[in-house]
């Protein structure tokens, strides 16, 4: 596991603790994807993670999420997030106006609404990208992998993809227009 950042509006370890405790977080979910030269979505990225939670480790696939910093706006945090585990030239493409195509409400307590977080309440606004440049798993990723949409919709039916993503992946195509 990396060690986060805490200088510039991070909170520090104790410190996001506490206010885990209090206060639902801000975070951005984030669904790469490439396109043709209509802007026809050709294939989704899907990363394949490992995470530690108390004493298991878990291998699953995820979409591409992370928390929103103080004072720092929803297009930065999407850049950084993209570039974070997609790599510096990923070249992702944030619109002119970015409109979330959902908002997914992870909650500590299972069961509540499909998106689940062991550790916090947490409100997520999830974003379709585009990105134009070469993409490598970063941190805590483990591959990269590029789907077709059929291939996508068929991953998110499964439990291979953790904390909801799933749901947010099929919300993300048929926002796209695809069949799920």
């Known amino acids: 596991m990396q060690e986060t950042e805490t200088a510039g509006g991070w909170l520090t370890r104790d410190e996001l603790r506490d206010a885990r405790d209090r206060v639902p977080i801000l975070y951005v979910n984030l669904v ?29 696939h995820e979409l591409v999420s992370g928390r929103v910093l103080y004072h720092e706006r929803l297009r930065d945090a999407v850049l950084r997030h993209i570039e974070r585990d997609l790599g510096p030239m990923a070249l992702p493409q944030v619109p002119i106006a970015p409109q979330p195509f959902a908002i997914a409400e992870y909650f500590p307590t299972p069961g509540v609404t499909p998106f689940h977080d062991p550790r916090q309440h947490a409100v997520a606004l999830a974003y379709v990208v585009v990105v134009m440049g070469d993409c490598a798993p970063q941190g805590d990723s483990l591959n990269l992998a590029w789907l077709t949409p059929a291939e996508a919709a068929a991953l998110a039916a499964t439990p291979d993809m953790a904390g909801g993503h799933g749901v947010l992946l099929r919300q993300a195509l048929a926002h796209l227009g695809h069949a799920v």
């Open 32 to 60: 790469p994807v490439r396109v043709d030269e209509r802007s026809q979505v050709t294939r989704i990225g899907v990363l394949l993670r490992a995470s530690q939670e108390g004493d298991v480790g878990t291998i699953a």
